[in-house]
């Protein structure tokens, strides 16, 4: 049974930074990309950042480009967000997903988390 356990989420002031962490029991993770999506209060599931299974390729959402990073270790079986410089806008739940390659479409990814609740307050 392919599980992946979100943590790292919290409380955190505007401008500062969180790291999320994902890790995958259950699959061959080095066979998976890895992903990252966020869903806001009474919005759709949003995509964050895609990771491909070396960890060499990332692509990442408009909203979040340039302020988060995508990482993975695939000795750990875990794949990271890092988010810096953190917004009021970047409130929500962030979900982790895994899929047999990159995507931003929450519909080609097979495995999902359950989810970590972070809110950026001003």
């Known amino acids: 049974q392919v599980q992946l356990v979100e943590s790292g989420g919290g409380l955190v002031q505007a401008g500062g930074s969180l790291r999320l962490s994902c890790a995958v029991s259950g699959a061959p993770f080095s066979r998976y990309a890895m992903g990252w999506f966020r869903q806001a209060p009474g919005k759709e599931r949003e995509f964050a950042a895609t990771?491909?299974?070396?960890?060499?390729?990332?692509y990442y959402g408009d909203s979040v480009k340039g302020r988060f990073t995508i990482s993975r270790d695939n000795n750990k079986n875990t794949v990271y967000l890092q988010m810096n410089s953190l917004r009021l806008d970047d409130t929500a739940v962030y979900y982790c997903?895994?899929?047999?390659?990159?995507?931003?479409?929450?519909?080609?990814?097979?495995?999902w988390g359950q989810g970590t609740q972070v809110t950026v307050s001003s």
């Open positions: 990771i491909n299974w070396s960890g060499v390729t990332t």
């Open positions: 997903a895994a899929a047999r390659a990159m995507s931003t479409t929450k519909n080609e990814y097979d495995y």
